[in-house]
C-alpha cells in the first residue's frame, strides 16, 4: 500500500471514529439548561408519581437540564399517552408509564384510545414487579393446594372495570378454573387489601411491594407469586406454576399474564425519535438507572430500580400487542372486560 493511500485510510478512520464522538457531543449542548416534562398519567403521590420524581433529579444532573414531574391524570393513563404520542419527537418530553396499564388498555380497544404501545420509542423498564395472590390472616388457607380444594366461590376485591387488582384476578382464576366474583369498587390496593382482611374479601392480586407491605403488617398471608419467577420478598412462598396443576391453557394465560406484567414501568418517549438522541438518552437513562446511590435512595423506601435496556423492552411489548392472534385477543378481551 502507498503511503498515500495509508494516509488517506488512516484519514477516513479517524473522521468515522470521531463522528459518533461529535454527533453524541451535540446531543449533549441540546439538551443543556432546556426544560424536560416527565410525564405521569396519574395524580400526584401515586407510585408512579413517587418514582418519577424518585428517578428526575439524577435524570437532571445527567442531561445538565431541568427535568420536571408533570402529572397528567385521566381515563387511566390514557389521556397522557395519547398527548406523548402526538408530541414532537425532539426528546424534550417523555412519560414514565404504567405499561401493563397501557397495553389492556389497548388490547381491549378502550374508547379514546390514540396511540400504539409498539410505535413508542423507549428508555428504559425501570421495574416489572410481579403479583401475589394473598389472602385473609391465619388461620386460613396457607398453600394454593388447600385453596383449590376447597371447592368454593372465590371474592377477588378490585377497583374498576380494567384496573390490575381486578385483572390479576381474572387471569389468575381462569388459569386454575375456578369460580370467582370479581367485585368492583375499592378505591384502591388498600382498601381492597382490607376487605381481604376483614373476611369482606376471600383474595386480592397485588404487586409485590404493597403485598409485601401487607403481609408484614400481618394483615394477609401470601399463597403464591403469581409469574414464574419468585418474588424478591416472598423466595419462602411457591410461584403460581409451582404450586398448580396447570393444563396448557392455564400456562398460556399466566405466561401472557406475565408478559403484559412485565411491562411494568417504563420510560417512554413519543414515535420517530432522531437516531443519535435517542441513543444519547439511552445511554444516559442506563447510566443514571445504574446509579448506586439512586438505587440506595429507592431501596430505602421499596422503590426498586431494575433497569431493562430499551431493546428488550420494545421487544416485551411487541410480544404482547403486536403478536397476539385474533383469538387470543379476543379471550383477553372477555377477561379482562369481565365477560362470562
Known amino acids: 500500500m502507498s503511503l ?56 437532571s444532573k445527567a442531561l445538565d437540564a431541568n427535568v420536571i414531574v408533570e402529572n397528567q391524570p385521566g381515563a387511566g393513563g390514557i389521556t397522557s399517552l395519547n ?46 414487579p ?14 394454593v393446594k388447600e385453596a383449590l380444594a376447597s371447592k368454593k366461590l372465590w371474592r377477588w376485591a378490585a377497583s374498576g372495570p380494567a384496573d390490575g387488582l381486578g385483572n390479576g384476578a381474572a387471569f389468575t382464576c381462569a388459569a386454575l378454573k375456578i369460580e370467582c366474583q370479581i367485585v368492583m369498587g375499592y378505591t384502591g390496593s388498600n382498601q381492597a387489601a382490607l376487605a381481604v382482611t376483614k373476611g369482606e374479601m376471600d383474595a386480592i392480586y397485588i404487586p409485590e411491594s404493597s403485598a409485601n407491605h401487607f403481609v408484614k403488617a400481618q394483615q394477609n398471608f401470601a399463597l403464591a407469586t403469581v409469574a414464574r ?19 396448557a391453557d392455564g400456562q398460556w ?23 443519535a438522541r435517542l441513543a444519547f438518552l439511552q445511554g444516559v437513562v442506563k447510566q443514571v438507572l445504574h446509579d448506586p446511590q439512586l438505587i440506595a435512595d429507592g431501596e430505602r423506601t421499596e422503590r426498586i430500580i431494575e433497569y431493562l435496556d430499551p431493546e428488550s423492552t420494545l421487544k416485551n411489548v411487541q ?18 372486560s369481565r365477560e362470562k
Not at 330 to 335: D, G, H, P, T
Request: aromatic letters at 10%.
Open 83 to 128: 398527548r406523548l404520542y402526538m408530541s414532537p419527537p425532539d426528546g424534550l418530553t417523555m412519560s414514565f408509564a404504567n405499561g401493563t396499564s397501557a397495553a389492556f388498555a389497548q388490547l381491549t380497544d378502550q374508547p379514546g384510545l390514540r396511540f400504539d404501545m409498539a410505535q413508542f420509542d423507549y428508555l428504559a423498564t425501570v421495574g416489572a
Open 319 to 336: 410480544s404482547v400487542v403486536s403478536k397476539i392472534t385474533p383469538d387470543q385477543k379476543v379471550r383477553v378481551k372477555a377477561l379482562v
Open 253 to 275: 394465560l399466566l405466561d401472557f399474564l406475565g408478559g403484559v406484567e412485565d411491562l411494568g414501568r417504563v420510560m417512554i418517549l413519543p414515535p420517530h425519535m432522531p437516531k
Open 130 to 143: 410481579p403479583g401475589l395472590w394473598l389472602v385473609g390472616p391465619e388461620p386460613g388457607f396457607t398453600t
Open 229 to 247: 419467577k419468585k418474588s424478591r420478598w416472598f423466595l419462602d412462598r411457591p410461584t403460581i406454576f409451582e404450586a398448580a396443576d396447570l393444563d
Open 4 to 59: 498515500f493511500r495509508a494516509g488517506l485510510l488512516a484519514a477516513v478512520m479517524a473522521t468515522l471514529t470521531l463522528a459518533p464522538v461529535q454527533a453524541q457531543d451535540g446531543e449533549k449542548a441540546f439538551f443543556q439548561g432546556k426544560t424536560i416534562r416527565m410525564v405521569v398519567g396519574s395524580g400526584t403521590g401515586g407510585g408512579y408519581d413517587v418514582y418519577a420524581r424518585l428517578i428526575s433529579p439524577y435524570l
